[in-house]
């Protein structure tokens, strides 16, 4: 990935912590879903022996972390 999307990347999570930090707790539990939830909208990457597909979003203490495997 280049720089510049790295920066993007980082650029748009921390705007979505922001936002989750405003919202009701149902609220956030959808935007969780939306997030790191499903295969349908999950952000994810192969390992490099292709065996499992990686999260590459999380949350952790109630901010959302970019995963690189």
């Not at 969780?32 to 590459?56: C, L, S, W």
């Amino acid at each position: 990935m280049a720089v510049t999307n790295e920066k993007v990347i980082e650029k748009v999570i921390g705007r979505l912590t922001d936002m989750r930090k405003t919202l009701e707790p149902e609220e956030r539990a959808v935007l969780d879903e939306m997030i790191i939830g499903g295969p349908e909208v999950v952000a994810h990457a192969m390992t490099p022996d292709a065996q499992k597909v990686v999260p590459m979003v999380t949350l952790d203490d109630d901010k959302y972390r970019i995963v690189i495997p």
